[in-house]
T-cell receptor
Framework: LAKTTQPISMDSYEGQEVNITCSHN???????ITWYQQFPSQGPRFIIQ???TKVTNEVASLFIPADRKSSTLSLPRVSLSDTAVYYC??????????FGQGTELSVKP | GAVVSQHPSWVICKSGTSVKIECRSL??????MFWYRQFPKQSLMLMAT?????????EQGVEKDKFLINHASLTLSTLTVTSAHPEDSSFYIC????????????FGPGTRLTVL
């Protein structure tokens, strides 16, 4: 499974757009990129998944460059409730997900 | 989306006792479930893969005799922490994937175990 590198923490203010970038230099051809969100004392929640280019849903957008060695999760107009830890995961081995350190996003008023 | 539940949501026990945590897929059948452990301010660590009708597969460094996993039905996996000690205090989370649905995994709400 490809190793991922994300910033440990990020700060933002309400209403701003937040972009969290994840590096995954060793991504395999068949690997998808998935982002999860976790609030304290809760299980992770799926946000978005993509393979290449751009994916958008009602919550976020995921930008993946042509070489797929990185990806950027974009959260439009964040609110206080978006304060959480965001995990970037690449691939899965028989369904197993290996979590990296994640990015702790703090949204301030 | 699919729902995964856990019971109990929190438990406090005395050192040396055993604790059972249940993980259920509520609206789908899961032949495979996963168990994670998370210490404060740390990421999730995969402990084992629970396979319906067969033995669980444990990650390196996880004691299979201490963390007993049983996956007796397509909707239920249990994790028993045997002879629990304070260092076993942690947040335990299970997950499952709906084989008939989307690719993402669904996680339970977690169980907070505190061993006194």
């Amino acid at each position: 499974l490809a190793k991922t590198t994300q910033p440990i923490s990020m700060d933002s203010y309400e209403g701003q757009e937040v972009n969290i970038t994840c590096s995954h230099n060793n991504i395999a051809t068949n690997d998808y990129i998935t982002w999860y969100q976790q609030f304290p004392s809760q299980g992770p929640r799926f946000i978005i998944q993509g393979y290449k280019t751009k994916v958008t849903n009602e919550v976020a957008s995921l930008f993946i460059p042509a070489d797929r060695k990185s990806s950027t999760l974009s959260l439009p107009r964040v609110s206080l409730s978006d304060t959480a830890v965001y995990y970037c995961l690449v691939g899965s081995q028989g369904g197993k997900l290996i979590f990296g350190q994640g990015t702790e996003l703090s949204v301030k008023p | 989306g699919a729902v995964v539940s856990q019971h109990p949501s929190w438990v406090i026990c005395k050192s040396g006792t055993s604790v059972k945590i249940e993980c259920r897929s509520l609206d789908f059948q899961a032949t495979t479930m996963f168990w994670y452990r998370q210490f404060p301010k740390q990421s999730l660590m995969l402990m084992a893969t629970s396979n319906e009708g067969s033995k669980a597969t444990y990650e390196q460094g996880v004691e299979k005799d201490k963390f007993l996993i049983n996956h007796a039905s397509l909707t239920l996996s249990t994790l028993t922490v045997t002879s629990a000690h304070p260092e076993d205090s942690s947040f335990y989370i299970c997950s499952a994937r709906d084989p008939g649905g989307a690719a993402e995994q669904f996680f339970g709400p977690g169980t907070r175990l505190t061993v006194l």
